[in-house]
């Protein structure tokens, strides 16, 4: 049957990427003047009235015969320059790093990360490219990232987790939104590896939350082939796109951890993977109640811009443990603040504009069709999509993290 890709011109290499990797390369591409969004009625007709006359040369042809499955090329250990710096130019010429200093992927170093496990089993296809994770592609990119084999049954755990359908890899690969994974660490093994979850816990310092990060970073652009401004087509990104990884501050946690909340043992090791933007922070240093600490959270979190508000999905509450602790002093449970936070975190509709109020409407119209100016929609559907762990040292900070919104958060348990 006829078929073509449609996109607009500045999605051209995301549209290639995906017939291809549908193992349809053949397939004829039209492009429509960029953008669509935002653009009234009339001046989109015009867009498509320019390319209509391609759109049916491509639907009324005889197609190309269908080409094999396209995938990335797994990475495999190689002889690199002995000299470091001439590393850094060769594997920036190959495409394989993010801008940082990377390691060379050396026969040695990567037999040495997989440690007698056996290269090619197979973890995960990773989209946009349906790229095959192997062991030992997990591996090279591990190398390259500067971890080692103590790192590999966390990375392999975060590769497998976001490869989930519910996850919806394909789409946090290649949106325009700011989001990434994020790893959450709980259970054993993060206090073995130590994964910070204390003190600057999302910035630098600790080695294991930038390795961990980093190299599933590169598994996703090197495997999946989310290579940036070509498949992965985040507008403006967010650092945590270098590396976006911490452990859950179990001890300081008044509350059971998100693994164990999620159905997994307290003694299990356990990786959380959600599409997330970068931290929001909430800033109280007065609150000396749960309920008027709650009013600074909401209100961090009530905003009009961010997807979970029209998505629905899981937004992340990252307490620091000074403000879990007022909440648990106050007898609050961690269900009681979700409750809270879900009911008080809303937004009124008169707070978006008449175009997206009507793109919503499309969406869900059961919280945005024909509702008045005053009505307000919550930050996510139900109150248990909230996610909260505690996290950080001292200080009177918090952090609210929107995600995707049409993803969902996957833990799995870590294979040692």
Known sequence: ???????????????????????????PLVAVPHP????????IRAKAEVVVDQVLAALTRDPAPP????????????EAPDDLDAFQAFALAEGWGDGLPVLPPTPARVARILGGRRGDEVVATLAPRRGVATLEAIAVNAALA???????????????????????????????????PLVIVNGPIAARLGVN???????QGARANAVIGRALRLVLQNVGGARPGQEDRATQGHPGKYAYCLAEHEAASPWEPLHVERGFGAGESCVTVCGAEAPHNVNDHGSTTAG???????GTLATPGHNNVYLGGEPLVILGPEHAQTFAASGWSKADLKRALWEGARVRLDRFGAENLARFAVIDPAR????????????????????????????????IVPTFGATRAVTVRVEE
């Open 1 to 27: 049957m006829p078929a073509v890709v449609l996109g607009t011109d500045a999605f051209v290499s995301l549209a290639a990427a995906a017939a291809a990797a549908l193992g349809m390369p053949h397939l």
């Open 67 to 78: 080409a094999p499955a396209a995938r990335a090329v797994v990475a495999a250990p190689v």
């Open 36 to 43: 669509l969004g935002g653009v009234a009625p009339a001046r």
């Open 292 to 298: 008027a600490l709650l009013l600074a959270l909401a």
């Open 197 to 203: 979850a204390g003190a600057n816990a999302l910035g």
């Open 146 to 180: 500067g971890a080692g084999p103590e790192h590999l049954p966390v990375i392999a755990a975060a590769v497998r987790a976001v490869a989930e359908p519910r996850f919806n890899l394909n789409a946090i690969q290649t949106t325009t939104h700011p989001c990434t």
């Open 368 to 399: 945005f069709k024909d509702r008045p100016p005053d009505a307000e929609v919550a930050p996510c559907a139900r109150p248990d999509d909230l996610m909260v762990v505690v996290a950080g040292g001292p200080g009177k900070h918090s952090a």
